[in-house]
C-alpha cells in the first residue's frame, strides 16, 4: 500500500512502453541507464511530449529498474537535474 505521504512526494506517475534502452557507464550511477518510453496514461506530472527518457540504475541492486524494450510499465519518477529519474 502506498501512503498520501508517498504519493505526494512523487512528481511523477505514468504508465509506457519500453521503446529503446541506451547504457552509458560514464555516467552517474543512478543514470547509467537511459530508457525511452512512449508514455500511454499520465496519472501524475505532465509531459511536453508521448515520449520521455527515463534514466534508471543499470543494476536491480542499485534500485534501478530491470526495464526491457517492449514491456509495459507503471513508472514512479522523479526529477534530477532536469532528467526523469527513478530511485
Request: charged letters at 20%; hydrophobic letters at 40%; one cysteine or more.
Amino acid at each position: 500500500a502506498i501512503s498520501v505521504r508517498d504519493y505526494n512526494s512523487i512528481p511523477y506517475i505514468f504508465s509506457g512502453t519500453v521503446k529503446d534502452i541506451i547504457i552509458d557507464q560514464q555516467q552517474k550511477f543512478d543514470k547509467q541507464k537511459r530508457v525511452l518510453v512512449t508514455v500511454d496514461e499520465v496519472f501524475k506530472g505532465a509531459f511536453n511530449s508521448d515520449s520521455v527518457y527515463v534514466y534508471t540504475a543499470i543494476s536491480d541492486a542499485s534500485c534501478g529498474l530491470p526495464m526491457q524494450p517492449n514491456q509495459q510499465w507503471v513508472i514512479w519518477a522523479y526529477l534530477d537535474d532536469n532528467d526523469i529519474t527513478t530511485h
